[in-house]
């Protein structure tokens, strides 16, 4: 991978981390609604700013918002049954895995054999940390593997889609705002009607942290978006998911996550690999 995507992905890995990190702080579907309305709000921006789409795009944009809004749902979810030192590294591990099978099956992007072995070495992280490393206290939890298991398939879903999409669209901050527009719109309404949150109910503090989220959200994911113009997805998905280390030392310094060893092991053993997985496919 070139210096100018590989830079472009880095930043979006910590960007990512952190605005899990404040998803994983509010700990409601306030925040998560905060988070789309700022979405929306920044897509509809951003489509007055940057250039028209391809047409031939318009179908990606309606699949990769459905999967967008699925992921953000589940991954809310996720955190409620477990903390960030678990579910991240589960969801950020499984998702590099799917992709390259996805991107293989729609777009032939063959993985090597050293990158095989690599995405064997994430597999084992994954397993470890979702088998070893739930919260010291109450052990395994079946829900938050679950939960990040499903969130990691709908992230690869959209991760696919839309790095397929913004080759079509001829503009890839367009498609970013399009993007950021219908799922911030759809998330915003599905919360509504489901999870039944009245916007007037939401204190000003849940507003400002979901904004914050939300802003760092668009940003993260536009870079990736741009990153997948210019090198192949399942690279990009690779590199993208050392936002586990930041996870992991935010999980450890700022929420102040109670240390353990079978988490440290999983987490260190996926981010070895993806380095290799990088290597390989570099």
């Known amino acids: 991978m070139s210096l100018l995507p590989l830079s472009l992905v880095l ?11 404040m ?15 700022c979405s929306a709000v920044l897509g509809l921006i951003g489509i007055f700013i940057f250039d028209e789409i391809s047409s031939a795009s318009i179908k990606y944009l309606i699949y990769g918002a459905s999967f967008h809004i699925a992921a953000r749902i589940v991954g809310q979810q996720a955190y409620r049954f477990g903390d960030m030192g678990q579910v991240y590294p589960i969801v950020r591990g499984s998702t590099p895995i799917f992709v390259a099978l996805l991107a293989l099956y729609i777009s032939g992007e063959a993985v090597s054999t050293g990158g095989t072995f690599a995405l064997i070495g994430i597999a084992l992280g994954v397993a470890i940390v979702a088998l070893k490393g739930g919260a010291i206290r109450s052990g395994f939890s079946t829900g938050a593997v679950i939960y990040s298991l499903l969130a990691a398939v709908l992230s690869t879903s959209y991760i696919v889609i ?9 503009s890839p901050l367009a498609y970013v705002a399009w993007i ?16 039944k949150t009245n916007y007037r109910s ?71 690999s993806l380095i290799l997985f990088q290597s390989f496919r570099g």
């Open 11 to 21: 930043f979006s890995a910590a960007l990512h981390a952190s605005w899990n990190a």
């Open 202 to 272: 939401i204190p000003l503090s849940t507003w400002k942290l979901g904004f914050s989220a939300g802003i760092l959200q668009v940003i993260s994911w536009g870079l990736v978006v741009v990153a997948m113009n210019y090198a192949p997805m399942s690279l990009v998905a690779a590199t993208r998911e050392t936002s586990l280390v930041f996870g992991f030392g935010i999980s450890l310094l700022i929420l102040k996550e109670r240390y353990s060893h079978w988490r440290a092991l999983g987490s260190s053993t996926i981010a070895l």
């Open 180 to 195: 950021s527009l219908i799922d911030g719109l759809g998330s915003a309404a599905v919360l509504y009607f489901s999870a």
């Open 23 to 37: 998803i994983k702080v509010g700990n409601s579907a306030s925040i998560v609604l905060a988070m789309a309305v």
């Open 162 to 170: 839309d790095g397929v999409g913004v080759r079509a669209s001829q």
